[in-house]
């Protein structure tokens, strides 16, 4: 471990987060221990003297610097060969005496404060055929100061400004925010969590916990109703849909078959009608051939002019029957007109409607 670098790790005691901080500044070890539910801290500074007489005491000796590489290897877990432990001075007491073979007895109330108080950071060293024990008193330093947490933040911000300002890329400055951001959420929840555990120790912590746990259920129950409720809404309106899409398929398939039935009709009647333009047919088809034939006859004089007499003076005779068969062409070739005007407009407003239907049928299956 170098001198200015810095270890910051989240490791579990007997139960209980602990953040664990540990760097070399100016020739010291410091160790920091903060409580991750109480937010009570635990710090220690020790220098290189200490650090080897310690080592020497335990009958395993280590220099300054391979102590630290020890410990920073411990923090990171990166190795087997050495672990960390926090105790008390109770359970190094007790830990002693085992290792002595000397059976613990209770002492009352004979321990000070500041000894109940102070954690012990044990650095397990395990060798082939024994374990050796370094421990690092941390004196109890109490909770955060608010000045040096704004403190450490401006320290933060300045860094992060100086960083920025000497050109680092994008992608590692929103990581960097990012970690900003986690780390004061995490402290905002940290100091949640210990005034909820100050309060639940000062006054009845059993009941307030049954309330929250009470208010957290019907919370869970509201919620899973507003589901249920919006499930069977939503079968309701798939239900509804397609039933609506159903009437409209209906109403589409008569609406085809109405057009293919005037599609019919209308060629029929344009047939019929060319039939009577070229005088294939007579109007109405109940004329008899007879008066088909006069209608032709009638026609081809019309279309000769008339003929000469045999004295050269006499002008063609009037014909009854042809007139009247070519008034009742005349009326009949308007009534066909004005069907087939009529015919001609309903299949527009069919294909029309048709059209409109194809688009709301579209729009409700696109919902």
């Not at 300045?158 to 680092?168: K, M, P, Q, Y």
Request: charged share 30%; with cysteine.
């Amino acid at each position: 471990m170098e001198e200015g670098s810095e270890v910051v790790e989240d490791i579990v005691f007997r139960g209980v987060e602990f953040s664990v901080k540990i760097e070399v500044d100016k020739g010291l070890l410091i160790v920091e221990i903060s409580d991750a539910m109480t937010a009570d801290q635990w710090r220690g500074d020790f220098d290189p003297a200490y650090i080897e007489d310690l080592t020497r005491k335990t009958g395993n000796f280590k220099q300054f610097p391979i102590f630290c590489s020890m410990l920073e290897s411990a923090v990171r877990k990166m190795s087997d060969s050495v672990t960390l432990d926090l105790l008390t001075y109770a359970d190094l007491e007790l830990l002693r005496n085992r290792k002595a073979g000397v059976v613990s007895r209770p002492r009352g109330n004979q321990q000070s404060s500041a000894l109940t108080a102070k954690r012990y950071l044990i650095l397990i060293y395990t060798v082939e055929f024994d374990r050796i024990h370094y421990p690092l008193p941390l004196p109890y330093v109490g909770k955060p100061d608010p000045a040096a947490l704004q403190k450490e933040v401006r320290a933060l911000k300045a860094e992060l400004n100086t960083v920025s300002s000497h050109g680092i890329n994008k992608a590692a400055q929103q990581e960097i925010q990012q970690l900003r951001a986690e780390l004061a959420l995490v402290k905002e929840e940290k100091e949640a969590m210990g005034n909820v555990l100050e309060r639940l120790q000062i006054g009845g912590g059993g009941s307030v916990a049954g309330r929250e746990d009470r208010r957290g259920r019907d919370v869970v129950r509201h919620l899973e109703e507003q589901l249920l409720k919006e499930r069977a809404k939503g079968q309701r309106s798939a239900s509804k849909r397609c039933q609506d899409q159903q009437l409209l398929m209906e109403q589409l398939e008569g609406l085809r078959a109405s057009e293919c039935a005037l599609r019919v009709r209308v060629k029929s009647l344009s047939s019929e009608l060319a039939l009577l333009r070229r005088g294939r047919v007579t109007p109405g088809h109940i004329s008899s051939r007879g008066d088909g034939e006069a209608y032709r006859s009638l026609s081809r004089e019309r279309r000769s002019g008339p003929s000469a007499s045999p004295t050269g003076s006499q002008v063609q005779r009037f014909d009854p029957t042809a007139y009247i068969q070519d008034r009742q062409r005349r009326q009949k070739d308007a009534d066909l007109k004005k069907q087939r005007k009529l015919l001609s407009g309903y299949g527009r407003n069919v294909q029309k409607s048709v059209q409109r239907k194809k688009t709301d049928l579209q729009r409700t299956q696109c919902v």
